[in-house]
């Protein structure tokens, strides 16, 4: 039983994860204030860590082309311990999305638009992520090179308008934070954006080329990582000291921009752009979360579930935290410990119970 | 028959989009207070300080000749004084005589008041930085004497007192006797543990009968306290460590009479680096100069290898003595502007540990150690000197 | 939600209308009768029915009685047809001694020596009779045959091969389509002189009995998109087909969408562009607007002087376009959105600028941007229904009064003014989605009135989705955009220079895409053994 039906090519995937992880670019806060200007290294700590684990990820569902995670989890846990195992998938994908959900609706009513609560523009975002798992989620993958292409754009002009700031020397010296909050702070990259990829493990059934699966999300990583590094590098080599006190470093760097009085005012461009990544990061969340109750109810057709849980990550999202100091804390403390076991323990448990039980069958293997 | 609950849905995501709305702040253009500049200055109300805004009012600025009688027509802002427990409290207060909260999105200039500065910015300064309003781009002033005083000082040739203090201070670069510093530079430096805050200083000086203001010289902070003043010549010395100085005039005293040769700077590149040799300090301070010619006393002429030869020795000196004098100064008022501290923290992470506690006591016996190149690259439109051949 | 209302539509039609399907299958089998008399009663209440329609007996060979007949529609008959090859060959020829023998109810003897007119077709059913009649040929009853000749003899009053008013261009041909479907498919002959280039006709329409052609070129054009064409054609059942306009709507994808997905155009050089492309055209008799299908959304941005000009101004042209379908959509909205609720991104001397504009005007700016918008499209439609000689009274109406006076009168901005005329200037720009554009401009004025610029990047969201998930005839309305292909961004935002120009677009195309053959890329003809040198 395979419920989406659309297609998606290598090289759109690829976007996808690229654009999925991007999605976190803008919010990097809860990371600068930990192991502020060593960001960057602890990006590439992170990343260093996160590659066998995109490995691990997508093995799993070359293995088995045609099953989300779901079905995988039934097939290799047996029909009770799967189960188990689905629900807290499920439960996962579901308060990932509605943090998200919190964050871009705290993003908008502390900048953009004040005075207007946060759930008006959750409210309003899920409509619209609504209307796109109507007409399919290859929707958003055929226009995913476009959202990271808009990323792109706006980080490397931002950056470029930003090279008269910039100070290399708020680098130095180099690795000035404890051990304790570095290792924390590159488990919280690691986990917080890049291994959120695991949501993937719905959407691959969909995808064409199963062969290149994992050169594709290599592809789809560094493009990511790579906008990572320029905006972890421009932040801190414009703020400086202050960088760890932010709210949003990424906004305070571009309101900075000033050249000769005319390219001013850019703050424009990180809403714009954080706003099309969220949404690709919280289509991609929605997609998996209704998809996988779909498939754990034994749906025909994912379709019926979309307005209910929609409902649900509204309401999950204004009660989940209360403010966005209490999510931080959280996330840095609690947060951890509870998905750790399902990004970094449970996929390759996954791999190794489905070689010991040689699974999938042969018959499976020739598709 | 299925169509109705769709249809529903879509209009009922019509009406909670646009009827949720409803308390969005959207404000006309014109009915928004613009605030052009802030001010916090000393009061005698028990909590020490009142806020002073200074509002646009559009309709006088589009065409101030044309507008009412002639000549003396309205002035095109309005200032608004209020009083408060916080610094937001204030600002929230005006709106009782505003009529509407003050849009502070557009006041890229924040003056503080000398009496302010001398108490101490510690608490005044988080709320500009952390309301989303408030540009983190926006220059700080300190006042000479009082805030209302400049705020209250019509300009000559522009129409808003704080848009024509913005205009000085983006000129400064001609002179480099004082410096721009924006808010989150200012705060940076009251975030290091060490490296002292300056901001520029506003005074207001006689100008052919009438009152003009003018900013010159930069405020030394310490510990979010005003510490003291530079005058122009330090103010330069500084902003020759700091790499900050784009353009400007030396004027170097000519051996025999030591009547004044204005040189002008075209650019100059600094580097400054920390060096810690046993027990001693050193700042290595790296300097190339190019200048230009552009003013000498009739009669006497440089264009000579052994004139440009002195003209050059003349320039070093010139910029290390202003160095010098900035230096004195600041330990005099115990406080790093240079940010010598922040520099041997990053070169001499380890040793800084030990050192950070005790950098006031440090800092005085740092060494600078002095590598000034000059060259003197152009005479401007006259070649040889004015004088009977 | 689309395809339900379509079906249930559907259903109801056919509902209604089984009568008279009923109707027709009895009259289709009845065949004409040998006896003319009978034939001729059965015609008289069709004749008595319009006054225009002709029935003259006459007699062939020398018989007194008369034992032929001609029936045919006074005005859409060529009447010099009529007389030299028709009735004077049959009256006069016949009668030569020689030729009195053999058998002169013989109708093979009178179709084949004595008629001699071009167009000759038999039939025998009454139903074809009919069908004949109304299309405007003559149509010749022998008596004691059992077949009727039809002579082609239609002469439509037509006006003359004109430039076409909608699409009118400096350089480049400057015909147009006409009303008449013959003169169209000869004009789109003369530019394709190839056996290729095949025309399917059928008749659509119960009671007006429309010609519609669809033609492309057998070799390029994917056969599935030609049997999609010919079945959804099959499936339209209405009454007439006044106009293409019709068939557009009944075989459109996405019949709710405010995009369209099925292109139009009264040129002929760029429909045969187009076949050439692999798309296939439909022609509908009575109208100069051709249909071209499938339609890329990039098509909208597309003439044809761009490939006839040179490309670096083809390309900024075409860029300048794009850019102009943006101002048009989103410039009333981007404005409100910045004056009612970023103002903080607005430049400070302009917002001191725009709020001196501002403070005499009593509206909030949205209701103010909707009134001139609305003002707007008020005049464009009364300039296009308007008598001509009173046209410069509106404008000057328009201009003069309403825009004038109401600044003057403090009533409008003078720069929500400007606004406007910017988006109804690029507006024009892009004659293929003027009423998309029109339509979007409202709904992106009422969401960024609502919510500012959250509201304008959801609405984008929700269009892009939409545009995204469009197909035309099984094609992806936003390719080449998206999905993304490389090899076709030579003609998208910007249009490259004709010799790179190798490949059609395999969007479209699925087999014989090449269309050059220079001699550095051989290698890749070889790859596609089908390719033909064909331009």
């Known amino acids: ?367 | 028959m299925k169509i109705k609950p769709r249809l529903l849905l879509l209009c009922l995501c019509i009406a909670a989009f646009t009827g949720f709305s409803g308390c969005l702040r959207s404000t006309e253009i014109s009915d928004l207070p613009l605030t052009l500049g802030l001010g916090v200055d000393k009061s005698d109300d028990p909590a020490g300080f009142k806020i002073i805004a200074q509002i646009a009012k559009p309709s006088q600025l589009k065409n101030p000749a044309s507008g009412g009688g002639g000549g003396s027509s309205e002035p095109a802002y309005a200032n608004f004084e209020s009083g408060g427990e916080t610094i937001f409290d204030a600002i929230r207060n005006l709106t009782k005589m505003i009529g509407d909260r003050i849009f502070a999105s557009h006041s890229e200039v924040l003056l503080f008041g000398n009496g302010i500065a001398r108490e101490g910015m510690r608490d005044y300064i988080d709320f500009f930085l952390r309301n989303p309003d408030v540009r983190p781009s926006a220059y700080i002033i300190v006042t000479q004497s009082t805030v209302k005083e400049i705020m209250d000082l019509k300009p000559l040739l522009e129409n808003v007192p704080v848009t024509s203090l913005k205009r000085i201070l983006k000129t400064q670069e001609f002179t480099s006797e004082t410096a721009k510093v924006t808010l989150i530079e200012f705060t940076s430096c009251l975030m290091s543990k060490t490296k002292s805050a300056v901001a520029p200083v506003a005074g207001v000086a006689e100008n052919g009968g009438k009152k003009a203001a003018f900013i010159s010289g930069l405020a030394v902070f310490k510990n979010y306290k005003l510490a003291g003043t530079f005058n122009r010549k330090e103010t330069r010395g500084l902003l020759w460590v700091l790499d900050k100085i784009k353009k400007g005039i030396l004027n170097v005293p000519k051996k025999e009479d030591g009547k004044k040769i204005a040189i002008e700077i075209i650019s100059s590149k600094c580097k400054a680096i920390p060096e810690i040799k046993g027990t001693k300090l050193r700042v290595h301070i790296k300097i190339r100069e190019q200048g230009s010619l552009s003013e000498q006393p009739v009669g006497d002429d440089f264009i000579s290898l052994d004139g440009l030869e002195y003209l050059k020795q003349a320039q070093a000196d010139a910029i290390k003595d202003e160095i010098m004098s900035a230096f004195n100064k600041s330990v005099e008022l115990k406080t790093d502007p240079f940010g010598f501290g922040e520099l041997l923290h990053k070169k001499y992470p380890k040793e800084w540990k030990n050192m950070e506690q005790y950098w006031d006591s440090l800092y005085p016996t740092i060494e600078l150690v002095f590598d000034i190149k000059t060259s003197l690259v152009k005479t401007d439109a006259i070649t040889k000197s004015v004088s009977p051949e | 939600m689309g395809y339900l209302f379509k079906k249930i539509r559907l259903a109801k039609l056919l509902n209604e209308n089984r009568k008279n399907v009923d109707l027709d299958d009895e009259r289709e089998q009845k065949l004409i009768s040998k006896d003319l008399g009978e034939n001729i009663k059965d015609l008289r209440s069709v004749i008595d029915s319009g006054g225009d329609i002709v029935l003259r007996e006459f007699c062939i060979g020398n018989d007194n009685k008369p034992n032929a007949a001609v029936v045919f529609i006074e005005g859409l008959v060529n009447k010099d047809i009529l007389d030299a090859s028709v009735l004077k060959p049959l009256m006069f020829l016949s009668a030569l001694p020689d030729k009195s023998k053999s058998g002169l109810h013989d109708i093979d003897f009178i179709e084949n020596n004595l008629l001699s007119a071009g167009n000759i077709s038999r039939f025998s059913a009454y139903d074809e009779l009919i069908d004949n009649l109304f299309s405007g040929e003559i149509i010749l009853l022998v008596g004691g045959a059992s077949e009727g000749l039809v002579i082609n003899a239609f002469d439509p009053k037509t006006r003359a091969v004109e430039p076409p008013m909608t699409e009118s261009v400096v350089r480049g041909s400057r015909e147009g389509f006409t009303e008449s479907i013959r003169t169209n498919i000869s004009l789109l002959r003369r530019k394709i002189k190839n056996p290729d280039l095949c025309f399917e006709k059928i008749k659509i329409g119960k009671k007006s009995k429309t010609d519609v052609a669809v033609a492309y070129l057998k070799s390029i054009a994917d056969p599935a998109l030609i049997e999609e064409i010919k079945k959804r054609l099959g499936e339209i059942s209405i009454d007439a087909v006044l106009e293409s306009g019709y068939i557009e709507q009944f075989i459109e994808d996405a019949p709710f969408s405010i995009f369209p997905t099925v292109a139009n155009s009264e040129k002929p050089d760029k429909v045969a562009a187009k076949l050439l492309e692999g798309r296939a055209a439909i022609f509908v008799d009575g109208t100069p607007f051709v249909l071209t299908v499938p339609m890329l959304f990039i098509e909208s941005f597309q003439r044809s002087e761009d490939y006839y000009a040179r490309p670096y101004y083809a390309s900024m042209i075409r860029l300048i376009r794009f850019a102009c379908y943006f101002i048009s959509v989103l410039a009333p909205a981007v404005y409100i959105a910045l004056t009612t609720f970023h103002q903080e991104l607005i430049p400070t001397k302009l917002l001191l600028t725009l709020a001196a504009g501002h403070e005499q005007i009593p509206f909030p700016s949205v209701i103010e941007a909707f009134f001139i918008l609305t003002v707007f499209e008020i005049l464009r439609e009364a300039g296009i229904t308007m008598p001509q000689p009173v046209g410069s009274a509106v404008s000057i109406v328009g201009a003069l009064v309403l825009g004038e006076s109401a600044v003057t009168a403090g009533l409008i901005g003078p720069f929500m003014v400007i606004i406007v005329a910017l988006t109804a200037i690029s507006g024009f720009v892009v004659t293929a989605q003027i009423d998309s554009a029109t339509v979007l401009r409202f709904v992106f004025l009422i969401l960024a009135g609502a919510a500012g610029g959250f509201g304008i990047i959801m609405g984008m969201l929700v269009v892009g989705i939409h545009l995204a998930s469009l197909r035309s005839f099984g094609i992806p309305y936003l390719s080449p955009i998206s999905p993304f292909m490389p090899a076709e961004q030579k003609d998208a935002l910007i249009r490259a220079p004709l010799r790179t120009f190798i490949f059609r677009p395999t969007s479209i195309v699925k087999k014989n895409i090449t269309r050059q053959n220079p001699g550095a890329l051989r290698k890749n003809n070889e790859k596609n053994p089908g390719g033909q040198n064909e331009n």
């Open chain 1, 1 to 367: 039983m395979n419920l989406e039906k659309g297609r998606i090519t290598g090289r759109q995937f690829a976007f996808l994860l690229a654009g999925f992880i991007q999605g976190s670019i803008f919010l990097l806060s809860f990371v600068t204030n930990l192991t502020k200007h060593d960001t960057w290294l602890a990006l590439l700590a992170a990343v260093t860590l996160i590659i066998p684990y995109t490995a691990v990820y997508f093995t799993i569902s070359k293995k088995f082309p045609d099953k989300n995670i779901i079905q995988i989890n039934d097939e290799v846990f047996g029909r009770y311990l799967g189960k188990i195992i689905s629900l807290y998938y499920i439960i996962y994908f579901n308060i990932i999305l509605s943090l998200n959900l919190k964050d871009l609706g705290g993003f908008y009513s502390s900048y953009l638009i004040q005075d207007q609560p946060v759930d008006y523009f959750t409210v309003v975002f899920i409509a619209v992520l609504s209307y796109l798992l109507w007409k399919g989620i290859e929707n958003l993958a055929r226009l995913a090179y476009l959202f990271v292409g808009a990323a792109y754009f706006i980080i490397v002009s931002t950056t470029l308008m930003l090279m008269p700031q910039m100070q290399l020397s708020n680098f130095l010296p180099v690795f000035d934070v404890s051990v304790k909050d570095f290792v924390k702070g590159a488990h919280l990259i690691a986990s917080l954006p890049y291994a959120e990829m695991i949501t993937f493990l719905m959407i691959t059934p969909a995808v064409n080329d199963k062969k290149s699966l994992v050169k594709n999300a290599y592809l789809g990583l560094s493009l990511a990582s790579v906008s990572f590094f320029i905006v972890v590098f421009r932040d801190t080599a414009v703020l400086g000291n202050l960088e760890p006190i932010l709210a949003s470093p990424a906004f305070e760097a571009v309101r900075l921009i000033n050249i000769t009085g005319i390219f001013t005012r850019m703050d424009i461009l990180i809403g714009v752009g954080n706003t099309l990544l969220v949404f690709l990061k919280c289509g991609v969340f929605f997609y998996a979360s209704v998809l996988s109750v779909a498939q754990f109810c034994g749906l025909k057709d994912y379709k019926t579930v979309i307005f209910p849980l929609g409902v649900l990550s509204v309401v999950l999202a204004s009660a989940l935290y209360e403010s966005t100091i209490d999510n931080m804390v959280v996330t840095q403390i609690t947060e951890i410990l509870s998905t750790m076991m399902l990004q970094f323990i449970i996929p390759p448990v996954t791999l190794l119970v489905a070689k010991l039980r040689k699974l999938p069958g042969r018959e499976a293997v020739k598709n």
